[in-house]
């Protein structure tokens, strides 16, 4: 009974993040905390292992919003602002083209959220793999980590349920995007100038500074599209929790 408070917990707050639209300029900081809410939960859930693959103890790892000085130039000045360059940046936007073009082609949609994850203890040689978020089904993600200059991508595998990255070193603000396949239930977000996302073919338009543009960008407003999924998984993870319980009496 206790996983299965968990896990309806979980499967809530991930709904709960992940049906919020995203917000206008003004509010900052309400994707960031949202967003932490769901992945300090699947962190707990999901656990650290070490990058064996071995259960890691005595190491504390939180997720948390954006602090107020983390931005700047470089990062961004604004919550908006550090989104749009993680998005553009050379790693980010190479990975976000590889699923594009590779997996989901021009109907891909995506939403990307960055977030502070810190640990507290000594992380294990090699490094540490954190859970992030749930798995959905069909989705792609891409992970990523801010070295304090750029952003890099992190590797990433899915296990238990839920999508675990290598964080080699240590923790910073950290980028985290969920892609899936477009369709009528789940439309793709358009760019600013309702302009498609480039086919596998074509290259990304350069937008200054030796950055490029991403594959799609959400419009002000529009709900994400993988809270009705995140909902599916936490009925279903409830069904199966009942039917255990009920088992083992």
Known sequence: MKRFSKMLALGMAAAMMLGMTVNAAGSPDTESVDAAIVVDAAIKEGGIQDSEGNVVTGVDVTAEALPTDAYDDVFGNSYEEAIAKADASEAINNALQDVTNNKFGADTSYYSWIIEVSATG???????????????????????????????????????????????????????????????????????????????????????????????SPKTGETMPVAGILAVICLAGAAVCAKKVRYNG
């Open 122 to 216: 000594t992380m294990p040689t090699g490094g540490m793999y954190v859970s992030l978020v749930p798995v959905t089904d069909g989705a792609e993600y891409v992970v990523g980590h801010w070295n304090g200059t750029a952003w890099e991508v992190l590797q990433t595998k899915t296990e238990n349920g839920y999508v675990y990255a290598l964080f080699p070193e240590g923790f910073s603000p950290v980028y985290l995007a969920v892609l899936t396949l477009a369709n009528d239930d789940n439309p793709a977000p358009s760019n600013p100038d309702d302009s498609t996302p480039p086919a596998s073919n074509d290259s990304p338009a350069d937008n200054g500074g030796g950055n490029t543009t991403t594959p799609v």
